[in-house]
């Protein structure tokens, strides 16, 4: 099953930093998904084996959707205090979650790990 827009982008914003180039179109993102520039507040959180790995949250809608879940992603995996920065192995193994904040509640999203979604992608359990 393909990742959803805001996920994938949470992925992308932290592999920028991981491999220290920017790989993100945002004026692509922004002209095939014109939801991506209202003004919402995220949050990110990280996981590795179900444990909180770090956490970065909008509490008052200050950016755009892309440029919050980016700001939130690359927080929440580089700078959450709680926590070291993530390793590319960590990264690998990682959910990300997304939370939106929105008049009618919150909207949750989680992404599996990417080393378990290809083990299963290739038949195989890690």
């Not at 993102?29 to 014109?34: G, Q």
């Not at 009618?104 to 290739?122: F, N």
Request: hydrophobic letters at 35%.
């Amino acid at each position: 099953m393909p990742r959803s827009v805001l996920l994938q982008l949470a992925r992308d914003s932290i592999q920028e930093v991981l491999e220290a180039k920017r790989t993100i179109n945002k004026a692509a993102l922004l002209r095939k998904h014109p939801l991506l520039n209202q003004m919402i507040a995220t949050t990110v959180n990280i996981y590795i084996d179900n444990k909180l790995r770090g956490s970065s949250k909008t509490k008052i809608p200050s950016f755009t959707l892309l440029e919050d879940i980016i700001r939130n992603a690359k927080i929440s995996a580089f700078e959450d205090k709680s926590f070291t920065p993530i390793s590319t192995s960590e990264y690998l193994s990682c959910e990300i979650e997304i939370l939106i904040t929105t008049p009618d509640g919150v909207i949750s999203e989680k992404d599996p790990s990417i080393l378990k979604t290809t083990s299963y992608s290739l038949g195989k359990d890690i």
